[in-house]
């Protein structure tokens, strides 16, 4: 039976030419939606649950033999959705804004 599930490498969306690394990541074995839980919302069950799947993912990040470079590459390019090199890296809309306008106030 062919496997036609997308591979995480596929959904990157930067193309630096340093990714060959990625051809050991231990994600491409399994279903990239596990990398990128549904934003959690207010209500606690649905946080929990959040937890739970973020956690999924981090349990095989913690395998991965390419887990430093993931968590640099992701953190380089300000990544904020998915968890990388095992750590969550998903901010919300709000969290996202709040951070830029404290860029802008910050001065050159
Ligand atoms: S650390 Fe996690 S997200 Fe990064 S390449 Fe490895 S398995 Fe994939």
């Known amino acids: 039976m062919e496997d036609n599930t997308p591979m995480l490498s596929n959904l990157l969306t930067f193309n630096r030419g340093e990714t060959r690394w990625f ?24 946080r929990a649950r959040y937890a739970d799947e973020v956690a999924d993912a981090q349990e095989i990040c913690g395998t991965c033999p390419v887990k430093d ?6 953190s380089d390019r ?7 090199g095992g750590k969550d890296f998903y901010k919300s809309r709000r969290q996202q804004a709040l951070e830029s306008r404290a860029r ?5």
């Not at 596990?34 to 069950?45: G, H, K």
């Not at 470079?69 to 992701?74: G, N, Q, S, V």
């Not at 300000?78 to 990388?84: D, N, Q, R, Y």
């Not at 802008?104 to 050159?108: L, N, W, Y």
């Open 69 to 74: 470079l993931c968590l640099k590459d992701a």
């Open 23 to 46: 051809d050991r990541a231990e994600c491409r074995k399994h279903d990239p939606r596990i990398w990128f839980p549904e934003p959690p919302t207010s209500d606690a069950m649905d």
């Open 78 to 84: 300000g990544e904020v959705h998915g968890v990388w």
């Open 104 to 108: 802008e106030k910050v001065p050159a």
